[in-house]
Protein backbone atom coordinates (compact mmCIF):
# COMPACT_ATOMS: atom_id res chain seq x y z
CA UNK A 1 0.00 0.00 0.00
CA UNK A 2 1.36 3.33 -0.66
CA UNK A 3 2.08 5.31 2.59
CA UNK A 4 0.95 8.75 2.00
CA UNK A 5 0.45 9.11 6.32
CA UNK A 6 2.68 11.58 7.41
CA UNK A 7 5.25 10.98 10.20
CA UNK A 8 3.73 12.64 12.97
CA UNK A 9 -0.01 11.03 11.88
CA UNK A 10 -1.81 10.88 15.14
CA UNK A 11 -2.69 6.68 14.79
CA UNK A 12 -4.92 5.77 17.48
CA UNK A 13 -8.26 5.07 19.36
CA UNK A 14 -11.47 6.39 20.86
CA UNK A 15 -13.98 5.55 23.48
CA UNK A 16 -16.19 8.14 25.79
CA UNK A 17 -17.05 8.71 29.64
CA UNK A 18 -20.49 7.30 29.84
CA UNK A 19 -20.17 4.40 27.21
CA UNK A 20 -16.89 2.60 28.93
CA UNK A 21 -16.09 3.93 32.43
CA UNK A 22 -18.83 2.13 34.26
CA UNK A 23 -18.58 3.17 38.18
CA UNK A 24 -21.73 5.31 37.47
CA UNK A 25 -21.96 6.38 41.25
CA UNK A 26 -18.69 5.79 42.72
CA UNK A 27 -16.34 8.46 43.95
CA UNK A 28 -18.66 10.95 44.22
CA UNK A 29 -20.17 10.94 40.37
CA UNK A 30 -23.84 11.36 39.70
CA UNK A 31 -26.17 9.84 37.42
CA UNK A 32 -26.33 11.21 33.94
CA UNK A 33 -29.30 11.78 31.56
CA UNK A 34 -27.35 9.24 29.44
CA UNK A 35 -26.97 6.61 31.83
CA UNK A 36 -30.95 6.90 32.53
CA UNK A 37 -31.87 6.14 28.71
CA UNK A 38 -29.56 3.33 28.54
CA UNK A 39 -31.38 0.65 30.29
CA UNK A 40 -31.48 -3.10 29.36
CA UNK A 41 -34.75 -4.89 28.87
CA UNK A 42 -35.07 -5.70 33.02
CA UNK A 43 -34.61 -1.87 33.55
CA UNK A 44 -30.85 -1.64 34.68
CA UNK A 45 -28.19 0.34 33.83
CA UNK A 46 -26.42 -1.28 31.26
CA UNK A 47 -23.27 1.11 31.43
CA UNK A 48 -23.12 0.70 34.92
CA UNK A 49 -21.55 -2.50 34.65
CA UNK A 50 -20.00 -1.51 30.83
CA UNK A 51 -16.24 -2.04 30.04
CA UNK A 52 -15.19 -1.18 33.92
CA UNK A 53 -12.44 1.62 32.09
CA UNK A 54 -12.72 2.86 35.69
CA UNK A 55 -11.16 0.19 37.20
CA UNK A 56 -8.88 -0.87 34.47
CA UNK A 57 -7.59 2.41 32.84
CA UNK A 58 -3.88 1.30 33.31
CA UNK A 59 -4.44 -2.25 32.03
CA UNK A 60 -6.52 -0.59 28.99
CA UNK A 61 -3.81 2.18 28.21
CA UNK A 62 -0.70 0.14 28.82
CA UNK A 63 -2.53 -2.36 25.78
CA UNK A 64 -2.90 0.89 23.83
CA UNK A 65 0.83 2.07 24.11
CA UNK A 66 1.95 -1.56 23.64
CA UNK A 67 -0.65 -1.20 20.46
CA UNK A 68 1.62 1.92 19.60
CA UNK A 69 -1.24 4.28 19.50
CA UNK A 70 -0.06 7.91 19.30
CA UNK A 71 -3.79 9.50 20.59
CA UNK A 72 -6.54 8.42 22.56
CA UNK A 73 -9.23 10.52 22.40
CA UNK A 74 -11.76 10.11 25.40
CA UNK A 75 -14.67 12.41 27.24
CA UNK A 76 -13.70 14.03 30.56
CA UNK A 77 -17.28 13.00 32.43
CA UNK A 78 -18.95 16.36 34.40
CA UNK A 79 -21.09 14.32 36.10
CA UNK A 80 -18.03 12.85 37.88
CA UNK A 81 -16.38 16.75 37.66
CA UNK A 82 -18.77 18.76 38.77
CA UNK A 83 -21.98 16.82 40.06
CA UNK A 84 -23.83 19.21 41.77
CA UNK A 85 -23.11 22.59 41.55
CA UNK A 86 -21.69 25.36 38.93
CA UNK A 87 -18.18 25.55 40.16
CA UNK A 88 -17.87 23.11 42.75
CA UNK A 89 -15.52 20.30 41.80
CA UNK A 90 -15.70 16.64 43.12
CA UNK A 91 -11.83 15.83 43.61
CA UNK A 92 -11.98 12.34 43.13
CA UNK A 93 -13.04 12.47 39.91
CA UNK A 94 -10.56 15.34 38.81
CA UNK A 95 -7.83 12.91 41.02
CA UNK A 96 -8.90 9.71 38.25
CA UNK A 97 -8.68 11.79 35.07
CA UNK A 98 -4.76 13.23 35.90
CA UNK A 99 -4.58 9.62 36.58
CA UNK A 100 -5.25 8.70 33.42
CA UNK A 101 -3.45 11.13 31.84
CA UNK A 102 -0.19 10.42 33.68
CA UNK A 103 -0.64 6.89 32.44
CA UNK A 104 -0.85 8.40 28.79
CA UNK A 105 2.40 10.68 29.57
CA UNK A 106 3.75 7.55 30.23
CA UNK A 107 3.69 5.95 26.99
CA UNK A 108 3.57 9.11 24.88
CA UNK A 109 0.31 9.03 23.83
CA UNK A 110 -1.26 12.38 23.09
CA UNK A 111 -4.83 12.89 24.75
CA UNK A 112 -8.33 14.27 22.47
CA UNK A 113 -10.75 15.04 24.82
CA UNK A 114 -14.20 15.76 24.33
CA UNK A 115 -16.02 18.01 26.80
CA UNK A 116 -19.18 16.59 26.38
CA UNK A 117 -20.18 13.26 24.94
CA UNK A 118 -23.72 13.17 26.15
CA UNK A 119 -23.56 12.59 29.63
CA UNK A 120 -25.74 15.90 31.34
CA UNK A 121 -25.66 15.26 35.04
CA UNK A 122 -28.63 14.48 36.03
CA UNK A 123 -28.38 17.29 39.20
CA UNK A 124 -28.60 19.54 36.34
CA UNK A 125 -31.69 17.88 34.18
CA UNK A 126 -33.76 18.13 37.16
CA UNK A 127 -32.49 22.11 38.01
CA UNK A 128 -33.03 23.49 34.51
CA UNK A 129 -34.77 21.41 32.76
CA UNK A 130 -31.78 19.86 30.16
CA UNK A 131 -30.12 21.18 26.82
CA UNK A 132 -33.17 23.63 26.31
CA UNK A 133 -32.39 25.86 28.60
CA UNK A 134 -29.99 28.38 28.63
CA UNK A 135 -28.70 27.92 31.72
CA UNK A 136 -27.32 24.72 30.79
CA UNK A 137 -25.07 26.62 28.69
CA UNK A 138 -23.99 28.45 31.71
CA UNK A 139 -23.23 25.32 33.74
CA UNK A 140 -21.43 23.74 31.13
CA UNK A 141 -19.18 26.80 30.88
CA UNK A 142 -18.51 26.56 34.71
CA UNK A 143 -17.81 22.36 33.85
CA UNK A 144 -15.03 23.94 30.94
CA UNK A 145 -13.57 26.47 32.93
CA UNK A 146 -12.68 23.52 35.57
CA UNK A 147 -11.51 21.23 32.83
CA UNK A 148 -9.57 24.21 31.12
CA UNK A 149 -7.51 25.32 34.71
CA UNK A 150 -7.22 21.60 35.70
CA UNK A 151 -6.03 19.96 32.84
CA UNK A 152 -4.92 23.26 30.23
CA UNK A 153 -1.25 21.92 30.90
CA UNK A 154 -1.67 18.84 29.87
CA UNK A 155 -4.44 18.44 27.36
CA UNK A 156 -3.68 20.03 24.09
CA UNK A 157 -6.34 18.85 22.56
CA UNK A 158 -10.09 19.86 23.34
CA UNK A 159 -13.35 18.68 21.40
CA UNK A 160 -16.73 21.04 22.78
CA UNK A 161 -19.75 18.82 21.80
CA UNK A 162 -19.65 15.18 20.08
CA UNK A 163 -22.13 15.26 17.14
CA UNK A 164 -24.68 17.82 18.07
CA UNK A 165 -26.22 17.05 14.40
CA UNK A 166 -26.46 13.10 15.55
CA UNK A 167 -28.28 14.19 18.17
CA UNK A 168 -30.44 16.67 16.60
CA UNK A 169 -31.36 14.17 14.09
CA UNK A 170 -32.64 11.12 15.84
CA UNK A 171 -32.02 12.27 19.75
CA UNK A 172 -32.26 9.67 22.47
CA UNK A 173 -29.40 9.33 25.27
CA UNK A 174 -31.60 11.20 27.63
CA UNK A 175 -32.43 14.01 25.64
CA UNK A 176 -36.01 13.00 25.13
CA UNK A 177 -36.67 11.71 28.56
CA UNK A 178 -39.94 13.83 28.61
CA UNK A 179 -40.99 12.02 25.57
CA UNK A 180 -39.92 11.94 22.00
CA UNK A 181 -42.52 15.05 20.67
CA UNK A 182 -41.27 17.29 23.47
CA UNK A 183 -37.70 16.60 22.17
CA UNK A 184 -39.11 17.20 18.78
CA UNK A 185 -40.78 20.13 19.42
CA UNK A 186 -37.20 21.69 21.71
CA UNK A 187 -34.57 19.91 19.05
CA UNK A 188 -33.99 23.75 17.46
CA UNK A 189 -33.20 25.27 21.01
CA UNK A 190 -31.63 22.17 22.47
CA UNK A 191 -28.92 22.70 18.98
CA UNK A 192 -29.16 26.66 19.56
CA UNK A 193 -28.19 26.12 23.02
CA UNK A 194 -25.36 23.33 21.79
CA UNK A 195 -24.19 26.08 18.98
CA UNK A 196 -24.03 28.72 21.88
CA UNK A 197 -22.04 26.09 24.48
CA UNK A 198 -19.82 24.89 21.77
CA UNK A 199 -18.85 28.93 20.51
CA UNK A 200 -17.89 30.07 24.46
CA UNK A 201 -15.94 26.93 24.82
CA UNK A 202 -14.18 27.90 21.82
CA UNK A 203 -13.40 30.87 22.49
CA UNK A 204 -12.49 30.16 26.28
CA UNK A 205 -9.93 27.95 25.51
CA UNK A 206 -8.18 30.25 23.28
CA UNK A 207 -8.52 32.95 26.06
CA UNK A 208 -7.24 31.17 28.84
CA UNK A 209 -5.34 28.24 26.88
CA UNK A 210 -3.11 30.00 23.79
CA UNK A 211 -1.55 26.94 22.68
CA UNK A 212 -4.18 24.65 22.76
CA UNK A 213 -6.39 23.42 19.96
CA UNK A 214 -9.92 22.95 20.10
CA UNK A 215 -13.35 22.26 17.55
CA UNK A 216 -16.06 20.58 16.99
CA UNK A 217 -17.06 16.95 16.01
CA UNK A 218 -19.89 16.04 13.64
CA UNK A 219 -21.01 12.90 12.83
CA UNK A 220 -21.05 12.93 9.23
CA UNK A 221 -23.00 10.83 6.35
CA UNK A 222 -22.20 11.43 2.58
CA UNK A 223 -25.38 11.22 0.63
CA UNK A 224 -25.32 9.65 -3.00
CA UNK A 225 -27.95 10.29 -5.47
CA UNK A 226 -29.32 6.43 -6.55
CA UNK A 227 -29.52 7.70 -9.85
CA UNK A 228 -28.62 10.38 -12.57
CA UNK A 229 -32.22 11.49 -12.57
CA UNK A 230 -32.32 15.31 -11.50
CA UNK A 231 -34.44 15.07 -9.02
CA UNK A 232 -32.11 12.92 -7.04
CA UNK A 233 -29.30 14.70 -6.95
CA UNK A 234 -31.65 18.07 -5.36
CA UNK A 235 -33.05 14.92 -2.71
CA UNK A 236 -29.45 13.72 -1.63
CA UNK A 237 -28.54 17.84 -1.38
CA UNK A 238 -31.40 18.70 0.39
CA UNK A 239 -30.88 15.46 2.89
CA UNK A 240 -27.03 16.65 2.74
CA UNK A 241 -27.74 20.28 3.43
CA UNK A 242 -30.17 19.32 6.31
CA UNK A 243 -28.15 16.23 8.11
CA UNK A 244 -24.61 17.90 7.30
CA UNK A 245 -23.89 21.51 5.91
CA UNK A 246 -26.89 23.11 8.38
CA UNK A 247 -24.50 21.98 11.34
CA UNK A 248 -21.73 22.51 10.23
CA UNK A 249 -22.20 26.29 9.27
CA UNK A 250 -23.59 27.32 12.65
CA UNK A 251 -20.62 25.46 14.29
CA UNK A 252 -18.15 26.52 12.55
CA UNK A 253 -19.20 30.08 10.70
CA UNK A 254 -21.39 30.77 13.31
CA UNK A 255 -24.65 31.21 10.74
CA UNK A 256 -27.73 29.75 10.51
CA UNK A 257 -29.04 28.36 7.22
CA UNK A 258 -32.05 30.31 7.09
CA UNK A 259 -34.75 27.73 4.74
CA UNK A 260 -33.46 24.75 6.63
CA UNK A 261 -33.83 26.50 9.88
CA UNK A 262 -37.53 27.46 8.55
CA UNK A 263 -37.80 23.60 7.28
CA UNK A 264 -37.34 22.20 10.63
CA UNK A 265 -39.14 25.09 12.57
CA UNK A 266 -42.65 23.39 11.07
CA UNK A 267 -42.58 20.77 13.79
CA UNK A 268 -40.13 22.28 16.16
CA UNK A 269 -39.91 25.93 18.30
CA UNK A 270 -37.72 28.00 16.80
CA UNK A 271 -35.06 29.13 19.19
CA UNK A 272 -34.88 32.43 20.57
CA UNK A 273 -31.68 33.65 18.40
CA UNK A 274 -30.29 37.44 19.88
CA UNK A 275 -28.10 39.43 17.96
CA UNK A 276 -25.65 38.81 21.42
CA UNK A 277 -26.02 35.46 20.11
CA UNK A 278 -25.29 35.51 16.35
CA UNK A 279 -21.92 38.01 17.37
CA UNK A 280 -21.14 35.39 20.09
CA UNK A 281 -21.55 32.21 17.34
CA UNK A 282 -19.61 34.47 14.42
CA UNK A 283 -16.66 34.84 17.04
CA UNK A 284 -15.39 31.56 17.67
CA UNK A 285 -13.02 30.12 15.32
CA UNK A 286 -12.00 26.33 15.71
CA UNK A 287 -8.78 25.39 14.94
CA UNK A 288 -9.75 21.72 13.31
CA UNK A 289 -12.53 19.87 12.67
CA UNK A 290 -12.95 16.07 14.31
CA UNK A 291 -15.11 13.86 12.35
CA UNK A 292 -17.13 10.57 12.94
CA UNK A 293 -17.79 8.28 10.47
CA UNK A 294 -19.44 4.80 10.10
CA UNK A 295 -21.99 4.79 6.81
CA UNK A 296 -23.15 6.41 4.09
CA UNK A 297 -26.64 7.35 2.32
CA UNK A 298 -28.30 7.26 -0.78
CA UNK A 299 -31.12 9.66 -1.60
CA UNK A 300 -33.74 9.53 -3.90
CA UNK A 301 -36.33 11.94 -4.77
CA UNK A 302 -39.91 11.42 -2.67
CA UNK A 303 -43.50 12.61 -4.38
CA UNK A 304 -45.30 15.52 -2.75
CA UNK A 305 -48.18 12.93 -2.35
CA UNK A 306 -46.18 10.34 -0.89
CA UNK A 307 -46.84 9.16 2.54
CA UNK A 308 -44.37 10.64 5.07
CA UNK A 309 -42.15 7.39 7.19
CA UNK A 310 -40.10 8.00 10.43
CA UNK A 311 -36.61 6.40 10.04
CA UNK A 312 -36.57 3.19 12.20
CA UNK A 313 -33.10 2.16 13.00
CA UNK A 314 -32.20 -1.45 13.45
CA UNK A 315 -31.67 -2.17 17.48
CA UNK A 316 -31.55 -5.58 17.11
CA UNK A 317 -29.00 -6.14 15.19
CA UNK A 318 -31.27 -8.20 12.68
CA UNK A 319 -29.77 -7.43 9.19
CA UNK A 320 -32.65 -5.93 7.23
CA UNK A 321 -34.94 -4.58 9.59
CA UNK A 322 -34.42 -1.35 9.46
CA UNK A 323 -37.29 0.64 7.98
CA UNK A 324 -35.45 4.00 5.82
CA UNK A 325 -37.54 7.75 5.98
CA UNK A 326 -39.60 9.55 3.54
CA UNK A 327 -40.18 13.23 3.29
CA UNK A 328 -42.62 14.11 0.99
CA UNK A 329 -41.39 16.46 -2.19
CA UNK A 330 -38.17 16.57 0.11
CA UNK A 331 -36.28 13.14 -0.23
CA UNK A 332 -36.44 9.44 0.52
CA UNK A 333 -33.85 7.17 1.75
CA UNK A 334 -32.95 4.06 0.12
CA UNK A 335 -30.07 0.81 0.54
CA UNK A 336 -27.34 1.04 -1.57
CA UNK A 337 -26.68 -2.29 -4.21
CA UNK A 338 -23.51 -1.41 -4.53
CA UNK A 339 -22.56 -1.80 -0.54
CA UNK A 340 -22.78 -4.68 2.04
CA UNK A 341 -24.45 -3.50 5.37
CA UNK A 342 -23.44 -4.60 8.96
CA UNK A 343 -25.75 -6.31 11.15
CA UNK A 344 -27.30 -3.05 11.89
CA UNK A 345 -28.12 -2.27 8.33
CA UNK A 346 -25.04 0.49 8.31
CA UNK A 347 -23.67 0.88 4.47
CA UNK A 348 -20.21 -0.52 4.75
CA UNK A 349 -18.55 2.47 2.24
CA UNK A 350 -14.75 2.90 2.57
CA UNK A 351 -15.07 5.40 -0.14
CA UNK A 352 -17.47 7.45 1.54
CA UNK A 353 -14.81 8.75 4.14
CA UNK A 354 -12.75 9.59 1.34
CA UNK A 355 -15.87 11.67 -0.02
CA UNK A 356 -16.58 12.97 3.56
CA UNK A 357 -12.95 14.33 3.66
CA UNK A 358 -13.00 16.27 0.75
CA UNK A 359 -16.12 17.62 0.85
CA UNK A 360 -15.74 18.92 4.75
CA UNK A 361 -12.11 20.46 3.72
CA UNK A 362 -13.71 22.17 0.43
CA UNK A 363 -15.39 23.76 2.74
CA UNK A 364 -13.59 24.92 5.28
CA UNK A 365 -9.65 24.34 4.60
CA UNK A 366 -9.59 23.53 8.54
CA UNK A 367 -6.91 20.26 9.35
CA UNK A 368 -9.05 17.19 10.06
CA UNK A 369 -8.86 14.43 12.77
CA UNK A 370 -11.10 11.51 12.08
CA UNK A 371 -12.37 10.56 16.11
CA UNK A 372 -14.12 7.47 15.14
CA UNK A 373 -14.40 4.89 12.67
CA UNK A 374 -15.42 1.60 12.91
CA UNK A 375 -17.90 -1.74 13.00
CA UNK A 376 -20.13 -3.53 15.14
CA UNK A 377 -20.28 -7.38 15.16
CA UNK A 378 -21.63 -9.87 16.93
CA UNK A 379 -18.92 -11.50 18.99
CA UNK A 380 -17.92 -13.98 21.30
CA UNK A 381 -14.91 -15.07 23.31
CA UNK A 382 -13.95 -17.64 25.77
CA UNK A 383 -10.60 -16.79 26.22
CA UNK A 384 -9.74 -17.06 22.59
CA UNK A 385 -8.94 -14.58 20.41
CA UNK A 386 -12.12 -13.01 18.50
CA UNK A 387 -11.25 -13.97 14.56
CA UNK A 388 -12.49 -10.59 13.69
CA UNK A 389 -11.81 -10.38 9.75
CA UNK A 390 -14.64 -8.93 9.16
CA UNK A 391 -13.41 -5.93 11.30
CA UNK A 392 -9.76 -5.66 9.55
CA UNK A 393 -11.30 -5.65 6.00
CA UNK A 394 -13.49 -2.59 7.83
CA UNK A 395 -10.98 -0.61 8.99
CA UNK A 396 -7.96 -1.78 6.30
CA UNK A 397 -10.60 -0.11 3.52
CA UNK A 398 -11.32 2.82 5.32
CA UNK A 399 -7.46 3.38 6.07
CA UNK A 400 -6.59 3.34 2.58
CA UNK A 401 -8.89 5.66 1.41
CA UNK A 402 -7.95 8.15 4.13
CA UNK A 403 -4.70 8.07 2.17
CA UNK A 404 -6.17 9.25 -1.20
CA UNK A 405 -7.62 11.55 0.60
CA UNK A 406 -4.93 12.52 2.07
CA UNK A 407 -3.12 12.32 -1.88
CA UNK A 408 -6.50 14.53 -2.83
CA UNK A 409 -4.88 17.38 -0.65
CA UNK A 410 -6.77 17.16 2.02
CA UNK A 411 -4.89 18.00 5.97
CA UNK A 412 -5.68 15.23 8.23
CA UNK A 413 -4.28 14.96 11.23
CA UNK A 414 -5.04 11.41 12.64
CA UNK A 415 -7.14 8.59 12.56
CA UNK A 416 -8.81 6.71 15.98
CA UNK A 417 -10.78 3.35 15.61
CA UNK A 418 -13.61 3.52 17.25
CA UNK A 419 -13.53 1.83 19.52
CA UNK A 420 -10.36 0.74 21.72
CA UNK A 421 -11.80 -1.35 23.66
CA UNK A 422 -15.86 -2.90 23.71
CA UNK A 423 -17.96 -0.48 25.41
CA UNK A 424 -21.64 0.19 25.36
CA UNK A 425 -22.88 0.94 21.96
CA UNK A 426 -25.40 4.02 22.23
CA UNK A 427 -28.32 2.75 21.41
CA UNK A 428 -28.30 -0.75 21.29
CA UNK A 429 -26.33 -1.94 24.58
CA UNK A 430 -23.44 -3.62 25.36
CA UNK A 431 -23.83 -6.37 22.85
CA UNK A 432 -22.96 -4.62 19.69
CA UNK A 433 -19.24 -4.44 19.88
CA UNK A 434 -16.97 -2.19 18.25
CA UNK A 435 -13.39 -2.94 20.06
CA UNK A 436 -10.20 -3.57 19.19
CA UNK A 437 -10.41 -5.28 22.26
CA UNK A 438 -12.75 -7.78 23.62
CA UNK A 439 -14.36 -7.28 26.96
CA UNK A 440 -15.72 -10.38 29.04
CA UNK A 441 -19.08 -8.91 30.33
CA UNK A 442 -20.23 -12.05 31.86
CA UNK A 443 -16.75 -12.40 34.04
CA UNK A 444 -16.88 -9.84 37.67
CA UNK A 445 -13.65 -8.77 36.46
CA UNK A 446 -14.10 -7.82 32.82
CA UNK A 447 -11.48 -9.92 31.19
CA UNK A 448 -9.81 -8.17 28.20
CA UNK A 449 -8.84 -10.20 25.37
CA UNK A 450 -6.87 -7.93 22.55
CA UNK A 451 -8.92 -8.95 19.21
CA UNK A 452 -6.75 -10.07 16.01
CA UNK A 453 -7.99 -6.90 14.68
CA UNK A 454 -5.98 -5.27 18.03
CA UNK A 455 -2.89 -6.90 16.74
CA UNK A 456 -3.33 -6.13 12.65
CA UNK A 457 -3.57 -2.55 13.80
CA UNK A 458 -0.90 -2.54 15.72
CA UNK A 459 1.39 -3.78 13.13
CA UNK A 460 -0.24 -1.04 10.74
CA UNK A 461 1.16 1.74 13.07
CA UNK A 462 4.37 -0.12 13.02
CA UNK A 463 4.64 -0.37 9.21
CA UNK A 464 3.35 3.24 8.40
CA UNK A 465 5.82 5.01 10.82
CA UNK A 466 8.84 3.58 8.74
C1 LIG B 1 -21.24 7.88 17.35
C2 LIG B 1 -21.06 8.23 18.80
O1 LIG B 1 -22.41 8.46 16.92
O2 LIG B 1 -21.46 6.56 17.00
C3 LIG B 1 -20.61 7.08 19.68
O3 LIG B 1 -20.20 9.31 18.95
C4 LIG B 1 -21.35 5.82 19.27
O4 LIG B 1 -20.82 7.46 21.01
C5 LIG B 1 -21.01 5.50 17.82
O5 LIG B 1 -21.09 4.73 20.08
C6 LIG B 1 -21.65 4.23 17.29
O6 LIG B 1 -23.03 4.25 17.47
P1 LIG B 1 -23.78 3.09 18.24
O7 LIG B 1 -25.19 3.56 18.40
O8 LIG B 1 -23.66 1.88 17.41
O9 LIG B 1 -23.10 2.96 19.56
Known amino acids: MKNNFPKDFLWGASISAYQAEGAIQEDGKVLSIADLSTRDENGNCTNAISSDFYHHYKEDIRLMGEMGAKVFRFSLAWPRIMPEQEGVRNEAGIRFYHQVLDELEKYGITPVVTLFHYDLPVTFQERYGGWQDRRTVDAYMAFVRICFEEFGGRIHHFLTI ?134 SDVAKWCEEEARAQEM ?14 KVPGCYELCANPYLERTDWDWEIDPTGIRVMLREVYQNYYLPILITENGVACHEHSEGEEVQDDARIAYLDGHIRECGKAIEDGVELMGYCVWSFLDLMSTGHGAYKRYGLVYVDYETEERKRIPKKSYRWYKELIENYEV
Request: a negative charge.
Open 162 to 295: NEPDILFMYGGHGLDLDGRDKWKKDRLKINHNFALAHARAVNLCHEMLPDAKVGPVFGYVPVYAESCRPLDKIAAMNISERQNHFFQELFLNGRYVRHILEFYGKESELPEITEEDEKLLRSAHSDFIALNYYK
Open 312 to 325: QGNVGGKKGTCVYP
